[in-house]
């Protein structure tokens, strides 16, 4: 167990629908990274979070959306679902904003029909 | 072509099997991980390296910085090492270190009985 959580596990859900992704950090951890990894494209930086501002973006497109909460839990808001938006959602944690090793939750499995 | 390189992508030996997964990649770097990604989706950090080589237990990793290229040793293979095993970078950039990673496509390694 990492000591990353995220909910929900699974999620099924239709074209063109909105849903959001939660993840809550490491206790002490301050930056909170999400991760996309779909079949095609292995793994893939989407946005990093430290301290409650956004540090990094990636390849997120602009249907998708985060933040991170002054209790530093984060969420990522997806809209206007498509099915090429199934994928397996990570986010990770870790102390630093520049390094450190980083702690992975189990993921939120994305299905959209 | 990708910034990071994994070879090979799959690998089957039999148990008791040394084994080796490189990783080669194209970017100036402050750090590589190499992760764990077991048929459930979880996904664990075996190892981070900046220079030389680190063991745990079975596992041993090496990196070569003036090459750009880093090895995952898994010594008398067993059939619960059958993973997935991804090596994943944080570039180097001006000013600093990137938080997010990089990731190769995955080793996937399935260890016979």
């Known amino acids: 167990d990492s000591g990353v959580t995220q909910t929900p596990k699974h999620l099924i859900t239709a074209t063109g629908q909105r849903v959001t992704l939660r993840c809550s950090p490491r206790?002490?951890?301050?930056?909170v990274y999400w991760y996309q990894q779909s079949l095609d494209q292995g793994l893939q930086f989407l946005i990093h979070?430290?301290?409650?501002?956004?540090?990094a973006k990636g390849n997120i497109l602009e249907r998708f959306s985060a933040q991170q909460f002054p209790d530093l839990h984060s969420e990522l808001n997806l809209s206007s679902l498509e099915l090429g938006d199934s994928a397996l959602y990570f986010c990770?944690?870790?102390?630093?904003?520049?390094?450190?090793?980083?702690?992975f939750g189990p993921g939120t499995r994305l299905t959209v029909l | 072509k990708n910034e990071v390189e994994q070879s090979p992508q799959n690998l089957t030996a039999q148990e008791g099997e040394f084994i080796t997964i490189n990783c080669s990649y194209s970017?100036?770097?402050?750090?590589l991980h190499w992760l764990q990604q077991h048929p459930g989706g979880g996904i664990v950090s075996l190892f981070m390296l900046s220079s030389g080589k680190k063991k745990h237990g079975r596992l041993i990793a090496t990196i070569n910085i003036q090459e750009k290229h880093s090895s995952l040793h898994i010594t008398a293979s067993h059939p619960r090492d059958s993973a997935v095993y991804i090596c994943a970078v944080r570039r180097l950039r001006y000013g600093g270190s990137q938080g997010n990673l990089i990731f190769g496509k995955g080793t996937k390694l399935s260890v016979k009985p």
């Open positions: 990770a944690s870790s102390v630093l904003s520049g390094g450190g090793e980083q702690f």
């Open positions: 206790s002490g951890d301050l930056s």
């Open positions: 979070y430290y301290n409650g501002e956004e540090r």
């Open positions: 970017v100036g770097i402050s750090a």
